[in-house]
């Protein structure tokens, strides 16, 4: 199984977004990964992004992670979010023209992991088969997230974390109306310093057959 990543451009709304694909014979799905905030140097090669996108390799998937708009030599600029979105749809839309029939994972970290959830809503409105979604980390507090309503989901949230408050993440996660999991890494960072190992070895045992 090849594991190298190839360096690509997919057309985004704003102009072509910058991208890592790894294609994967006999795929058992396609992950989408999204990456940290694009004003607080959030890049698709962030350490936790990376975790995950091995994460999924390693579990047969196909991945695609890609820089949001005005990152890296994504074109554009940081769109208060809304237009990130649209470049996740964009992505995600690219992925599926690529694989057919495969059943699409959502992951993020992060605002990343907002963005995901907001985009999982509306593949869901568009009819796009989803099999789960991944937020980790997701600042709760500082963006609105509508999800969608038949996806999996887990929530991973480090108890320790500087970014983002796990009380508000615990908070939101109680008051969500639809079944998930919520997973709390006890002794860990926001950037998951020393618990990467831990990680994908937890996002593994979801992604599995």
């Known amino acids: 199984m090849t594991t190298r990543e190839i360096p690509l451009f997919i057309d985004g709304p704003d102009g072509p977004l910058e991208a890592l694909h790894l294609a994967t014979a006999d795929a058992a799905g396609v992950a989408l990964i999204c990456h940290p905030h694009p004003l607080f140097a959030g890049t698709?090669?962030?350490?936790?992004?990376?975790?995950?996108?091995?994460?999924?390799?390693?579990?047969?998937?196909?991945?695609?992670?890609?820089?949001?708009?005005?990152?890296?030599?994504?074109?554009?600029?940081?769109?208060?979010?809304?237009?990130?979105i649209d470049d996740a749809l964009a992505a995600a839309r690219w992925l599926q023209a690529q694989h057919p029939g495969l059943a699409l994972t959502l992951m993020g970290f992060s605002f990343g992991s907002c963005v995901v959830g907001n985009a999982s809503a509306r593949l869901e409105e568009e009819g796009v088969a989803l099999d789960r979604l991944f937020m980790l980390a997701p600042p709760v507090e500082r963006f609105d997230v509508e999800l969608a309503h038949d996806c999996p989901l887990t929530v991973i949230q480090p108890e320790a974390d500087e970014v983002v408050t796990p009380e508000r993440v615990y908070a939101w996660s109680a008051?969500?109306?639809?079944?998930?999991?919520?997973?709390?890494?006890?002794?860990?960072?926001?950037?998951?310093?020393?618990?990467?190992?831990?990680?994908?070895?937890?996002?593994?045992?979801?992604?599995?057959?």
């Open 44 to 84: 698709m090669q962030n350490k936790v992004v990376a975790t995950l996108q091995r994460a999924a390799r390693d579990a047969g998937y196909v991945t695609l992670r890609f820089n949001f708009r005005g990152v890296g030599q994504s074109a554009g600029s940081y769109a208060d979010g809304q237009g990130e």
């Open 175 to 209: 008051e969500l109306d639809k079944p998930h999991e919520l997973l709390r890494i006890p002794e860990c960072s926001h950037f998951f310093h020393g618990k990467l190992i831990e990680l994908k070895e937890l996002l593994q045992s979801r992604l599995a057959p």
